[in-house]
């Protein structure tokens, strides 16, 4: 049907901005709400709190301290405890490494080489000096003979030293009793290729002192040593072996910090509500340790925290309102919508804020628990539901919720009671059809919200106890919301001037005086207007626009046509047209004026700036295609701006959903047959072109809208122009045959009590035999019926002035078909005689026709078809008059005298007996 063209979308988020800084024309609004947001959000981090009195340890309390908040009070002694515990069992780190064996075997060799060399350790200074410093001086002097032997030194040097070198790479700790203090093992770190190794069991690592005695043993068992050289070897090891593995206390201090740090605090639980202290109790530690944290919290004047997190989440939420969820702007804000979305969150939030803080006053939670939520937000979010569109309703039913619950000092549940319960009231809203309905929704809301608490005390945990109290402050909630609607929706129609649903559906009454003039003065633009106002509702449900407010714009979208209503084809009923006299300037510049006086009208009648913008768009900037070509075709030069409209193009999808409607509908009229196939074909070609000429690209339409667009549109105009099955007319004929062929002409196939161009049922003559179906015969019909009368000999009447013009398809009035009319060269000839036999319906005549009436006196009774005499065949020289009910009465119609309508019983006139 439609060409698909890609739409630019934004490259950037710059470029996005930019795009919603063209579309929407905040002004100072977007200023305002920001404001309002900071504003808000440093109401919702102040804290209004009462500070609780403190007591200490021992003191008698005189009052209940009950806690307000859910907190956490940290146990400073059961934390260090407990850290203590982790330190204790975290292993210590020990360093291993060979450097202490080599600084060992150098000091050996040293030792023999001096001894060798005959060194006086008491003259000179070297390593046996440093020796005999480590001894005492007799046990030196018994120790360096024996180590002077060559079998001592070459034990030392081929056997001890090779051992002693095995068992301190595998680790010799200098006191075994520093290394169990752990219960974890130790953790030996080994410098020389940077591994680590824990060993759980430190009952197996040796120390020096177990060392030395294994080898005091290993020595004792050597043949060729004897007892001095063994004891020389035992304290010549003892003074120099060192320990491989040394204690790291830095990284053991370091590594057991960490551990207590990743320790967490032992906290006491307080839940809100809780009662910390009962008067007239003495106080523990543990409970001054509840006050303090208490008394901590509360003192702070301002919670930065939560204002900076409250402003942050306010503003993401907030994008809502500009952009669509596809990432398209949406449609334009304007500055009063701004304004009105700012002083809504303020007055809501503040009233949420004050409520509270009036509750703490009362000293308890669960007072204060359902004063929340009896708090209206649901008639908040309703009243936004009566002015915007749903996402953006939708977005300041999060908003009102957020700022309440923190408001409020609540926690996720109340969010969530909130917010479904807004939703809930816009749904009701919106689907209210009169303020009747609105009252009547107070059943549904107080049901549903009750629905939706009950979960949310479900998932909370609430106490039996509170259940009652808590579901009586949800049917208050109810009932403000709907008090807040009724009282506050004038005030947005007033101050604010926007045209919410209730006066919408005000401005759909036949009793409005616009709609009067607009039918009384133009009923064909009336006409049109209704058709089209069904087509655009049908399609605004479609795709999920504002339906009332589209057929409320289509009713009123041609008002401007009461101005100059005769130079509309729609009014001109068949007469004259005016504009074959203008030239096509003149024309053009006529039908444009009545975009401008439709604004006008709108205005001074208070329909509403939503209203009056939709008329303003529903032509767009569309060029009057006829009288351009007619300027054309006569010669002229013309400007297209000249013969276009001066827009601006629909804005909104109400606005294109009427542009595209309007013509399919006008345009629909030219069909000669218009079956389904046609009309679909041509709503696709009218939709395509307006697509292709550029109108709805500033509006919210997608491809998938078009197609719904298309179809319910063909739905409507398939149903206004259905088809009927024609009449038989065997009736006609026999009653035809009657009349003994006194007529001119006889029609082919006539409906059976038809007549056209007749108000009293008098047809007249048509020579041509056409059907009453055909577009001709309706044309002839409306011609003949604005003749004038041909004067009392004429023989027939025409509808005096005033008499509504008859519709372009015949009507049988219900006289004519009761008298079984007989149509035959334009003179009906009927004699009627009244019946002898008392009726049987208690006294009263039979009404079978629609529209009948009981005859009065003095005039004739309705024959009933089937009775003697009710066909007679006409008398010479009365050919065109009707035959009088009663002898000698005269029935003939008087030129100039008041017709019947059409539908309505005829009777006929004694007043020439008389």
């Not at 982790?86 to 080489?113: G, K």
């Not at 009169?434 to 009950?454: E, H």
């Not at 633009?525 to 999920?544: C, Q, R």
């Not at 709108?602 to 700036?609: C, D, I, S, V």
Request: glycine letters at 8%; proline letters at 7%; one cysteine or more.
């Amino acid at each position: 049907m439609i060409t698909q063209k890609k739409t630019a979308r934004p490259a950037s988020f710059l470029a996005l901005i930019h795009a919603l800084r063209a579309r929407h024309h905040c002004g100072w609004g977007l200023a305002a709400l920001i404001i309002t947001f900071f504003a808000l959000s440093l109401l919702a981090g102040a804290n209004f709190e009462v500070v609780p009195r403190i007591y200490v340890a021992g003191q008698v309390a005189d009052s209940d301290v009950i806690a307000d908040r859910d907190i956490l009070v940290e146990d400073t002694q059961a934390t260090k405890a407990r850290r203590k515990q982790v330190l204790f069992l975290q292993p210590p780190v020990y360093d291993l490494s060979l450097e202490p064996y080599v600084a060992f075997q150098n000091r050996i060799v040293e030792i023999l080489r001096s001894l060798n060399n005959g060194v006086d350790y008491k003259a000179q200074e070297g390593p046996l000096q440093r020796l005999a410093d480590e001894l005492t001086p007799p046990v030196t002097d018994e120790v360096l003979p024996e180590l002077s032997h060559p079998d001592v030194q070459s034990y030392l040097l081929k056997t001890l030293l090779p051992s002693i070198r095995e068992h301190m790479a595998e680790g010799l700790v200098g006191d075994i009793r520093s290394a169990r203090v752990g219960r974890s093992g130790v953790i030996i770190r080994n410098l020389d290729n940077n591994t680590e190794i824990l060993r759980p069991d430190v009952t197996n690592l040796p120390d020096v002192q177990s060392f030395l005695a294994e080898v005091s043993s290993i020595v004792r068992q050597v043949p060729t040593l004897n007892a001095q050289s063994r004891r020389a070897i035992n304290i010549l090891l003892s003074a120099t072996v060192p320990a491989s593995l040394t204690l790291n206390r830095e990284a053991t201090q370091k590594r057991g910090n960490a551990v207590m740090s990743m320790v967490e605090p032992v906290y006491y639980q307080i839940l809100k509500g809780e009662l910390l202290i009962r008067k007239g109790e003495r106080v523990s530690r543990e409970q001054q340790i509840k006050l303090q944290t208490l008394y901590k919290s509360a003192s702070d004047p301002m919670h930065w925290g939560t204002a900076m997190g409250t402003f942050l989440c306010s503003l993401l939420l907030s994008v809502g309102f500009f952009v669509a969820p596809s990432g398209k702007p949406g449609t334009p804000l304007r500055c009063k919508d701004m304004l009105l979305i700012s002083l809504l969150l303020l007055l809501f939030s503040v009233g949420a804020k004050i409520v509270y803080v009036l509750g703490l006053r009362m000293d308890s939670v669960t007072f204060l628990n359902t004063l929340g939520l009896g708090f209206p937000v649901a008639g908040a979010v309703g009243l936004v539901a009566m002015v915007f569109a749903a996402r953006r309703y939708c977005t300041m039913g999060l908003l009102l919720s957020f700022f309440t619950m923190l408001m409020f000092q609540e926690d996720f549940y109340f969010f969530l009671f909130q917010f479904l319960g807004g939703m809930l009231a816009t749904w009701l809203v919106t689907n209210a059809q009169s303020r009747q309905d609105v009252v009547w929704s107070i059943v549904p809301l107080t049901i549903g919200q009750s629905l939706i608490w009950f979960g949310t005390a479900l998932l909370s945990q609430t106490a039996p106890a509170e259940l009652p109290m808590q579901l009586a402050a949800v049917a208050i909630n109810s009932l403000l919301s709907l008090i807040l609607l009724f009282a506050v929706s004038p005030v947005l129609e007033l101050s604010f001037g926007y045209s919410t649903r209730f006066r919408l559906m005000e401005l759909m009454s036949l009793e409005q005086p616009l709609m009067q003039e607009l039918m009384v003065t133009v009923p064909g633009t009336y006409h049109h207007s209704l058709v089209v106002s069904n087509m655009v509702e049908a399609g605004a449900k479609a795709i999920g626009a504002n339906s009332l407010l589209c057929k409320v714009a289509a009713l009123y979208h041609d008002v401007g046509k009461l101005s100059y209503p005769e130079y509309f084809i729609e009014n001109q009923f068949g007469g004259h047209n005016k504009h074959d006299k203008l030239a096509p300037s003149m024309s053009a510049l006529i039908l444009l004026s009545h975009v401008k006086k439709g604004t006008e009208l709108a205005e001074r009648y208070k329909l509403g700036q939503d209203i009056v913008d939709i008329i303003s768009q529903h032509h767009g900037t569309r060029i009057i295609r006829y009288f351009y070509q007619k300027a054309l075709n006569l010669g002229e030069k013309p400007r297209e701006s000249d013969y276009s409209y001066l827009g601006p193009r629909p804005q909104t999808k109400e606005a294109a959903i009427l542009m595209l409607a309007d013509s399919v509908e006008a345009s629909s009229r030219t069909l000669t047959d218009p079956t389904p196939a046609r009309i679909k074909s041509h709503i696709d070609a009218i939709i395509k072109g307006i697509f292709s000429e550029g109108q709805l690209d500033e509006s919210e339409l997608t491809f998938k809208d078009l197609h719904y667009l298309s179809e319910n549109f063909q739905r409507i105009l398939t149903g206004i122009f259905h088809q009927r099955i024609a009449y038989p007319d065997a009736k006609i004929r026999d009653v035809a045959s009657k009349v003994g062929g006194k007529a001119d002409a006889k029609p082919e196939g006539k409906p059976d009590g038809k007549p056209e161009g007749k108000a009293d049922g008098k047809p007249e003559v048509k020579p041509e035999g056409k059907p009453n179906g055909t577009p001709e015969a309706r044309r002839e019909s409306k011609a003949d019926a604005r003749q004038e009368p041909s004067g009392e000999n004429g023989g027939t009447a025409s509808p005096a002035a005033g008499m509504p013009v008859l519709p372009d398809a015949p009507v049988a009035t219900p006289y004519a078909a009761s008298q079984g009319g007989v149509m035959n060269g334009g003179t009906e000839n009927v004699k009627s005689e009244r019946t002898p036999a008392a009726p049987t319906n208690g006294g009263r005549p039979d009404l079978t026709a629609a529209g009948a009436q009981p005859p009065q006196s003095g005039q004739a009774q309705p024959a009933q078809p089937g009775q003697s005499g009710q066909d007679q065949p006409a008398q010479p020289g009365q050919s065109g008059q009707a035959q009088p009910a009663q002898p000698g009465q005269s029935g003939q119609a008087q030129p100039g005298q008041a017709q019947p309508e059409q539908g309505a019983w005829q009777k006929p006139s004694d007043k020439g007996a008389r």
